[in-house]
């Protein structure tokens, strides 16, 4: 890939082709826990690269504005709220939540307000996040509705990290099932027994046979390991699902991850579990997430992922990486570090702010990586030249369908039957 092209791939602020395409689609903005439901103060929510203020109307409904006051510019994240407004604190203009300029104090004209509105955005809140749409208005697709709001809120978790790196090097690493074996290969041993036999063929089959199919919605890839099912005669497959531009479906459970820009060397790291048997959203299925990923507040705390969210603030994070060094030289342990989100994160940001992919030797086993950056290098380059863009998401395959899988496959069956629902492009 070439400077230019990594360019385009990689940077999302406005005036920008990707910037383009990704605000056409619904994204987290935050999650339902910032904005309690009583007496929570306006958010700043930095989204690809702008700034916004979120608050809670007293009816409960969020309003999502630019940050900057149509009067004058003033971070309208320092007002007040009220009701459901938010009235800056310069000159006291009062905006609704739905962009409405209420009063101007410091300007009588009644047809000055009937003329302008501030820029307001959609919201809708479901399972523990709120989503934006910050695209043109008459361009706005319907939301797409995952496979896990169909669970009870209870039985979701969502856990949200600061990484201090663009957001394509974390989308990369959800997209390559070959690191699995080999960077979470500790955490792997410490699967729970179910999930045992599923870790120990991840380990075994390093060199997983990869193919992956187009969809409406993004792609299904699957990891194919020779053999290395529950009985040797078996093939094991691992099929991800990847819902452009934001969402990726990981099999082994209930599980999505999702990387969101916040601008191009910061991302919004979303980890989203379900499951219908257990609440998640304490407990032991609460514990048991936190403790395998690396989740714990301990940690967050320690790797400086924990997120901030102050009103007004740094957006940048002290990402560091504590490596038990010690254990590594011991053979204790490979990585030395702190649970499978630390690992994925620690490369991720380890790469650098934006990491300059002409200098790569990509190889067999980064097909998926390299097809996912030239899907999304056309819809950037469709974007540039006016052109149509693949609107991925149309709701051929329903979203609540697209789905990851795995399990054991006699060797020559074909894996897209395990994920039947999905409508090939
Ligand atoms: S800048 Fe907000 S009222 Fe003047
Ligand atoms: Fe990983």
Known sequence: MNHEDNELLCRVGPGTAMG???RRYWVPA?????????????????????NYVAFRGSDGTIGFLDEA??????PLVLGNQEDCAIRCLYHGWKIGADGTILETPNAEASSLRKGLKANAYP?????????????????????????????????????????????????????????????????????????RAEADAMKRGLLPRLEMERTD??????????????????????????????????????????????DDTHTKFYNLWWDSEQRLDTGP????????????????????MAPVMPPVGEIGRR????????????????????????????????MGPILDRSRENLVASDI????????????????????????????????????????DLPPGTDWRDMVSDHVAT
Not at 40 to 49: E, H, N
Not at 217 to 236: K, P, V, W
């Open 217 to 262: 919605f993004g792609l299904h890839y699957a990891a194919i390991r020779a053999n290395a099912g529950s009985t040797e005669d078996m093939d094991q497959v691992r099929i991800t699902a990847y819902a452009a531009p934001f969402v990726t479906f990981i099999p082994s459970g209930g599980m999505a991850f999702i990387p969101v820009p916040i």
């Open 319 to 350: 990402n560091v990486w504590p490596q038990d060094r010690a254990a590594m030289r011991a053979g204790e342990s490979f990585t030395g570090l702190p649970g499978i989100t630390a690992e994925d994160a620690a490369l991720a940001v380890g």
């Open 69 to 74: 006051c149509p009067h004058r510019g003033a």
């Open 123 to 195: 919201t809708v809140e479901s399972h523990g996040l709120v989503w934006v749409y910050l695209g043109p208005e008459s361009e706005a697709p319907p939301r797409p509705v995952y496979s896990w709001e169909s669970e009870k809120p209870e039985h979701t978790l969502v856990v949200d990290v600061d990484l201090d790196c663009n957001w394509v090097q974390v989308l990369e690493g959800l997209l390559d099932s070959a690191h699995a074996g080999i960077l979470h290969t500790d955490i792997l041993k410490k699967f729970p027994p179910k999930m």
């Open 20 to 22: 383009q395409v990704v």
């Open 30 to 50: 935050f999650p339902s826990v910032r904005l309690p439901m009583q007496d929570s103060d306006p958010i700043r929510v930095r989204l690809f690269g702008e």
């Open 285 to 304: 299925g609460h514990e048991h997430r936190l403790d395998m990923w690396g989740l714990t507040e301990e940690i967050l705390n320690m790797t400086g």
């Open 368 to 407: 998926v990586i390299s097809r996912t950056r030239r899907m999304l290098l056309k819809e950037a380059k469709a974007a540039l030249s006016g052109g149509a863009s693949s609107q991925w998401q149309s709701g051929k395959t329903p979203s609540h369908a697209i789905t990851a899988a795995s399990g």
